[in-house]
């Protein structure tokens, strides 16, 4: 084991510096992000809370209803234990724990945070088609004097937040108030087996070039090149923009994403990114019957052994922690080595507090629980990114899986390469792009017809605004 060093220091001034997503000026000309602010030496008094002022006595029974999507096995121990250890340190108070998948909370959260005995804190997916709608529809609780309550703000920069931010009509995404707080940082990228790459001698390559070529040789060997399942759809938006961020820059993610600037989705990188999605179904590179494999279940074979390679966040590393192979992470590269790197990231889905909730100050103290130095160092235990600054004397051990995260995680943030989750970019955007790309994977339409298509969701939009 080794201090973390260099790791931690750049972590902690990575999450402060996150620029792609910096809030846009819709009126101006594309420009570089605003600096971010600096970052605290320490994360304890970044989040330190003051006493809630509108606590009960704590004799008083109270129960705390919260919704989240952490439901494999080791992120849910780790809201196990920060939910128990909340509950010690708030006597009366129970935290009645709600576990979903994804899919299932995304479907379920705005119907239920509209009811008087919805949750009083959940998850909630940024972008207009999640966040947006419920702060249009006014059911989450803007979060600005928290923010300044807990120090939220220098805690994290101002491009982090911005992320989780609309102006209260839910019409402008990355600026006015606050309405959700992350607890992980993400970035997308390749898993390998390590065995499997000292067997056969490939080695992690550095360009486009290199990566497209191991994926040949990968299936020349009679292995898998990638474990990819696309049943659930979400997971497919990745495998595509994890190629269409090497074509792209972080210039057009970030005006695509904020509706800004006028540009679209039809043009050249997106086109030549779909063909290569179907150059790879072609190519057999992806999991056999993968258009009706989970991506649960795709996992359940990676970790197994099927498959070398599978594109997916950085949330996936604890699970494969003490799997039977070992794993290595690394970014999908550029098209030449030592070109800045842009790659699919930012912070995880946020916890947010309905506007009605009965115990506002309480759900406040509990997403500051979530944002604590505890909550960074049982994430960092678990090999998850936070997106807190991690603890001092923080330690990691040196070649693992967890360090390549961090080491990715630090990387795009110094070449100012955080990319955008595409999906957010419209209402209506997540059921346009899966329905799609489903299309594209299973070969019933063409790239200029899938490219189309797609403007043509994002251009309705725009119209609208």
């Not at 955007?429 to 070969?443: C, N, R, W």
Request: proline share 6%; glycine share 10%.
């Amino acid at each position: 084991m080794k201090k973390l060093g260099i790791l931690v220091v750049l972590l902690v001034l990575g999450l402060m510096a996150v620029q792609c997503g910096a809030t846009p000026e819709p009126t101006a000309e594309p420009t570089q992000a605003a600096a971010a602010t600096e970052a605290p030496t320490t994360a304890a008094e970044a989040t330190e809370a003051p006493d809630a002022t509108e606590a009960p006595p704590a004799e008083e029974e109270r129960t705390l209803v919260v919704w989240d999507q952490f439901y494999r096995g080791v992120e849910s121990d780790v809201i196990d234990t920060l939910n128990a250890e909340f509950e010690a340190e708030h006597p009366g108070v129970t935290v009645e724990r709600v576990s979903k998948v994804l899919d299932d909370l995304n479907t379920t959260v705005k119907l239920a945070m509209s009811e008087p005995g919805g949750p009083d804190v959940s998850q909630v997916n940024q972008g207009r088609g999640d966040m947006g709608a419920m702060v249009e529809a006014d059911l989450l609780l803007p979060l600005d004097d928290y923010a300044e309550q807990y120090g939220w703000n220098d805690l994290f920069s101002a491009s982090v937040l911005s992320r989780n931010s609309f102006t209260p009509d839910g019409a402008t995404f990355g600026e006015g108030s606050l309405y959700g707080v992350s607890p992980t940082a993400e970035v997308v990228g390749v898993y390998y087996n390590k065995q499997k790459f000292e067997e056969h001698g490939w080695t992690v390559p550095a360009t486009w070039d290199e990566f497209t070529q191991l994926l040949a040789d990968i299936e020349a060997a009679g292995e898998t090149p990638i474990a990819f399942g696309n049943l659930d759809g979400w997971n497919g938006i990745h495998e595509f923009s994890a190629v269409q961020h090497v074509l792209v820059d972080g210039e057009y993610i970030n005006d695509f994403v904020y509706g800004v600037n006028n540009v679209s989705f039809d043009t050249p990188e997106n086109r030549q990114a779909a063909e290569i999605m179907q150059e790879w179904v072609e190519a057999g590179y992806f999991t056999e019957g993968f258009m009706g494999i989970g991506y649960d279940d795709v996992t359940v074979l990676f970790k197994n052994g099927d498959g070398v390679l599978t594109i997916t966040g950085s949330w996936l590393a604890g699970e494969l922690v003490d799997a039977e192979f070992d794993y290595g992470f690394f970014l999908v590269p550029q098209e030449s080595a030592g070109e800045p790197q842009l790659a699919i990231g930012g912070v995880g889905i946020p916890y947010a507090i309905r506007k009605t909730t009965e115990n506002p100050d309480l759900a406040a103290e509990y997403v500051n629980w979530m944002v604590s130095p505890r909550a960074a160092e049982l994430w960092a235990e678990a090999s998850f990114v936070p997106a807190m600054p991690l603890p001092e004397g923080t330690e990691v051990e040196e070649g693992s899986l967890f360090a390549d995260t961090v080491a990715a995680w630090n990387h795009i943030n110094e070449d100012d390469g955080v990319g955008h989750y595409i999906d957010w970019a419209t209402p209506t955007f997540y059921d346009t792009i899966v329905a799609e790309l489903q299309k594209l994977f299973g070969m019933q339409t063409t790239p200029d017809e899938f490219a189309t298509n797609v403007q043509q969701d994002y251009a309705a939009f725009l119209a609208g605004q």
